[in-house]
């Protein structure tokens, strides 16, 4: 979590605190950030400690319109960061590295949008699913992801549209619920992000960084990577999973032929998954993809292939494993997550 600034740099407080207020949004210290940077009347906040955009060193340049952070990294250092290019307004901030990363970037392990997968072979296709029901996404001996799709169907071009809306997570005897939260209207300002960790809802201060650690499970944590609605799950040796709650704007709906109405934002999950020990039978729609043996059948020459077969992927519940490609074994898989987590 972001220390509170050294009185050293006060006067630079002094003016991003009237900076932020000329704009309309309460100050913070423990993270500021503009959609485009304010006039500054003085010398901007200048950083302690280098800034990273993509894993690549990157300044913040103040004539840019890309949203700017300013925090604290885990020693109290100042940390001023920039969106990448890539994503000048929709990136993560983690204050612990200073730096900032692209929720969408085609990296394996990422779901965003309509939704396109980037699979562990680093191909990116679609994977439509069904409006309303849920789908293994992972299946492997210890772990078990499913994901409830959500859609919108636009009667002018007959087309229903699919969205990632939550993620339940089974590993050994738990169950982990990651979700965006409906909204009529989007409001930037609110978390839309509803965690839950045995059926107990986790609760976690709304500032960049804030974390929550698990008391009955060693090694599972939560960490907001943005004051509100983005968020990081990790346990430790298993696997880390970032998940931003978006709406679909109208700006999107117009260039998508989405079909949105006044009646919903469609608020849904961008997701970015990392797993540090599947075996060589891992299943489902993204899991098979880290596979040794996997040979992608799909039309790769596509400018964006679709993996169909969604029948066998299908789940009874958000937390059931019983797709036809499951691999899941509760009771195995207990001590092999605990003997990674410990």
């Given at each position: 979590m972001s220390q509170v600034p050294q009185i050293g740099w006060f006067c630079s407080l002094v003016a991003a605190t009237l900076a932020v207020g000329v704009?309309?949004?309460?100050?913070?210290?423990?993270?500021?950030?503009?959609?485009?940077?304010?006039?500054?009347?003085?010398?901007?906040?200048?950083?302690e400690v280098p800034s990273y955009a993509n894993?690549?060193?990157?300044?913040?340049?103040?004539?840019?319109?890309?949203?700017?952070?300013?925090?604290?990294?885990?020693?109290?250092?100042?940390?001023?960061?920039?969106?990448?290019?890539?994503?000048?307004?929709?990136c993560e901030m983690s204050c612990s590295?200073?730096?900032?990363?692209?929720?969408?970037?085609?990296?394996p392990?990422?779901?965003?949008?309509?939704?396109?997968?980037?699979?562990?072979?680093?191909?990116?296709?679609?994977?439509?699913?069904?409006?309303?029901?849920?789908?293994?996404?992972?299946?492997?001996?210890?772990?078990?992801?499913?994901?409830?799709?959500?859609?919108?169907?636009?009667?002018?071009?007959?087309?229903?549209?699919?969205?990632?809306?939550?993620?339940?997570v089974s590993f050994g005897d738990h169950r982990l619920f990651v979700g965006a939260r409906r909204a009529i209207e989007w409001d930037e300002e609110e978390d839309h992000i509803e965690i839950t960790f045995d059926g107990e809802p986790i609760n976690i201060d709304t500032s960049n960084n804030a974390r929550w650690v698990s008391r009955t499970l060693a090694g599972l944590s939560v960490k907001r990577t943005d004051a509100v609605n983005s968020v990081k799950v990790d346990?430790?040796?298993?696997?880390?999973?970032?998940?931003?709650?978006?709406?679909?704007?109208?700006?999107d709906s117009k260039i998508h032929s989405y079909g949105k109405t006044m009646k919903d934002s469609l608020v849904h999950l961008d997701l970015r998954f990392k797993f540090h020990s599947l075996?060589?039978?891992?299943?489902?729609?993204?899991g098979q993809t880290y596979r040794l043996d996997?040979?992608?059948?799909?039309?790769?020459t596509a400018k964006m292939p679709i993996m169909g077969g969604a029948p066998k992927y299908l789940s009874s519940g958000l937390f059931s494993t019983d797709c036809a490609v499951s691999k899941f074994h509760r009771s195995g898989g207990a001590n092999h997550v605990r003997a990674l987590a410990a």
């Amino acid at each position: 979590m972001s220390q509170v600034p050294q009185i050293g740099w006060f006067c630079s407080l002094v003016a991003a605190t009237l900076a932020v207020g000329v704009m309309g949004q309460p100050p913070s210290p423990s993270n500021w950030f503009w959609e485009t940077p304010p006039s500054w009347d003085g010398t901007p906040p200048q950083p302690e400690v280098p800034s990273y955009a993509n894993g690549q060193l990157s300044p913040a340049n103040y004539n840019k319109p890309n949203r700017i952070f300013i925090c604290d990294d885990d020693w109290g250092k100042t940390c001023v960061a920039q969106c990448p290019d890539l994503c000048p307004k929709s990136c993560e901030m983690s204050c612990s590295y200073c730096e900032t990363s692209c929720r969408c970037a085609n990296y394996p392990g990422t779901s965003c949008g309509d939704p396109s997968f980037t699979g562990g072979d680093g191909v990116t296709f679609y994977f439509h699913g069904r409006k309303d029901q849920d789908f293994c996404i992972v299946s492997d001996a210890d772990l078990h992801i499913n994901a409830r799709f959500i859609g919108n169907h636009n009667p002018v071009n007959e087309r229903t549209f699919t969205w990632i809306q939550s993620l339940g997570v089974s590993f050994g005897d738990h169950r982990l619920f990651v979700g965006a939260r409906r909204a009529i209207e989007w409001d930037e300002e609110e978390d839309h992000i509803e965690i839950t960790f045995d059926g107990e809802p986790i609760n976690i201060d709304t500032s960049n960084n804030a974390r929550w650690v698990s008391r009955t499970l060693a090694g599972l944590s939560v960490k907001r990577t943005d004051a509100v609605n983005s968020v990081k799950v990790d346990l430790a040796g298993v696997f880390s999973i970032s998940a931003s709650a978006v709406p679909i704007t109208d700006e999107d709906s117009k260039i998508h032929s989405y079909g949105k109405t006044m009646k919903d934002s469609l608020v849904h999950l961008d997701l970015r998954f990392k797993f540090h020990s599947l075996t060589d039978v891992v299943d489902g729609v993204l899991g098979q993809t880290y596979r040794l043996d996997y040979v992608n059948k799909m039309n790769v020459t596509a400018k964006m292939p679709i993996m169909g077969g969604a029948p066998k992927y299908l789940s009874s519940g958000l937390f059931s494993t019983d797709c036809a490609v499951s691999k899941f074994h509760r009771s195995g898989g207990a001590n092999h997550v605990r003997a990674l987590a410990a």
